[in-house]
Every structure is written in C-alpha cells, then in structure tokens.
C-alpha cells in the first residue's frame, strides 16, 4: 500500500508559477512510477506528466510540455511538479498517481494509488 498526499495548489494569476507536492508514505515510493493527473469541472481525468522509478525519464502531455517539469526526490519520498507561465485552461484538480509497472504509461486505469487531489485555479 501507498498513501499520496498532494500539496501546493492555489489560487495564481495567467503566467504564474505554482510547485505541486506529492508525499508518499507506506511501501517505499521509489517502486513506482509516478504520474500528475488534472481533472478540470465537467471534463475527464487527463495525463500530465510521469516520471520513472529512478527519476531519469519523464513523458509530458503536449499542452503542458516546456511548461511543466516532473521531478522527484527518492530520499523523500516525493514528487513534484513545476509549473510555470500556468494558464486558465490549466485549473483543475491535479492528482498525483502512483504505477508499479515497468513502463511510462499515460492511462490513468494503469496507476494503482491515488491522492486526493489539490486545486488549482489560474485567473486571467
């Protein structure tokens, strides 16, 4: 088992940055894969980004790619995701997912543990 927690959503303004968080705790984090998911009102879960076991590939959707860096730190057992010059079309809840495949997927079915979410809002 493994619990995800986000953090570090908010309110911002078009161009701004925000830094999103996702604590992991139980069975050690550094077993999955790990993805950022974002759900906008009235829309489908959608991928963002992913990042391997050991940190060393990444796999962007193309609306947030240049814009938005996955990273993680093993030894904390956490994943971020940098995101700057943030648009209107990027509010939505984002979800940090946890994936015991081998494998970068992008299908949200393919993730075995989920936080609860953190919103994010960008004004125009």
């Known amino acids: 088992q493994v619990q995800l927690v986000e953090s570090g959503g908010g309110l911002v303004q078009a161009g701004d940055s925000l830094r999103l968080s996702c604590a992991a705790s139980?069975?050690?984090?550094?077993?999955?894969?790990m993805g950022w998911f974002r759900q906008a009102p009235g829309k489908e879960r959608e991928f963002v980004a992913v990042?391997?076991?050991?940190?060393?590939?990444?796999l962007y959707a193309d609306s947030v790619k240049g814009r938005f860096t996955i990273s993680r730190d093993n030894a904390k057992n956490t994943v971020y995701l940098q995101m700057n010059s943030l648009k209107p079309e990027d509010t939505a809840v984002y979800y940090c997912?946890?994936?015991?495949?081998?494998?970068?997927?992008?299908?949200?079915?393919?993730?075995?543990?989920w936080g609860q979410g953190t919103r994010v809002t960008v004004s125009s």
């Open positions: 990042i391997s076991r050991g940190g060393r590939n990444t």
């Open positions: 997912a946890a994936d015991g495949g081998v494998y970068l997927r992008i299908q949200a079915t393919a993730y075995d543990y």
């Open positions: 139980g069975r050690t984090a550094s077993l999955y894969g």
